[in-house]
Antibody
Framework: QVQLQQSGAELAKPGSSVKISCKAS????????ISWIKQTTGQGLEYIGY????????NYNEKFKGKATLTVDKSSSTAFMQLSSLTPDDSAVYYC??????????WGQGVMVTVSS | DIQMTQSPASLSASLGETVTIECRAS??????LAWYQQKPGNSPQLLIY???SLADGVPSRFSGSGSGTQYSLKINSLQSEDVASYFC?????????FGSGTKLEIK
């Protein structure tokens, strides 16, 4: 079955960067884009953007341009998201997700990123 | 971006009851709407897609309806395992946007 296995929790200092991963299995990796979504208690769920897993092309929500960088490694069926110039507002759970094929998404288990000095 | 207004923010109901959660879009989303269930500490799980289609493995006590800008999720015969947060998501326009969620508790 479709599985999206994300990397572990991150604790980062303000101004630094983190790179989280999302390893896909159970389907042909390049057949579906990977999306990334941010969840916080205050702001709820926010869509960050997606990467075309075949071509590496990306499309970012305007709000996250310059904050998130999406990349992919087809050889390992893994998508990555780097978050840069971290501030406490970047503290959140970050999910990777894949379209279900007919509507809506399948989600990874999420990665908690905590930004604190 | 399309705004999704979800209500109520929280809901308390008894076992066996029927509950309804609503989402209103800021413009017509042509039934391109999904509902998710998120239990504490877990990731969201797809319940409904295309406003009224049940995702694989989802119990039939869950149903979705609506069109245009108004949509709802109904849960019949509430079970203890339905305690969770629920939220809607539109995928008609980019970027996809989400409702603010409804926290469902058992009385």
């Amino acid at each position: 079955q479709v599985q999206l296995q994300q990397s572990g929790a991150e604790l980062a200092k303000p101004g630094s960067s983190v790179k989280i991963s999302c390893k896909a299995s159970g389907y042909t990796f390049t057949s579906y884009y990977i999306s990334w979504i941010k969840q916080t208690t205050g702001q709820g769920l926010e869509y960050i953007g997606y990467i075309n897993t075949g071509s590496g092309g990306t499309n970012y929500n305007e709000k996250f341009k310059g904050k998130a960088t999406l990349t992919v490694d087809k050889s390992s069926s893994t998508a990555f998201m780097q978050l840069s110039s971290l501030t406490p507002d970047d503290s959140a759970v970050y999910y990777c997700a894949r379209l279900s094929g007919y509507g809506g998404y399948y989600w990874g288990q999420g990665v908690m990123v905590t930004v604190s000095s | 971006d399309i705004q999704m207004t979800q209500s109520p923010a929280s809901l308390s109901a008894s076992l066996g009851e029927t509950v309804t959660i609503e989402c209103r879009a800021s413009e017509d989303i042509y039934s391109n709407l999904a509902w998710y269930q998120q239990k504490p500490g877990n990731s969201p799980q797809l319940l409904i897609y295309d406003a009224n289609s049940l995702a694989d493995g989802v119990p039939s006590r869950f149903s979705g309806s609506g069109s245009g800008t108004q949509y709802s999720l109904k849960i019949n015969s509430l079970q203890s395992e339905d305690v969770a947060s629920y939220f809607c998501q539109q995928y008609n326009n980019y970027p996809p946007t989400f409702g603010s969620g409804t926290k469902l508790e058992i009385k």
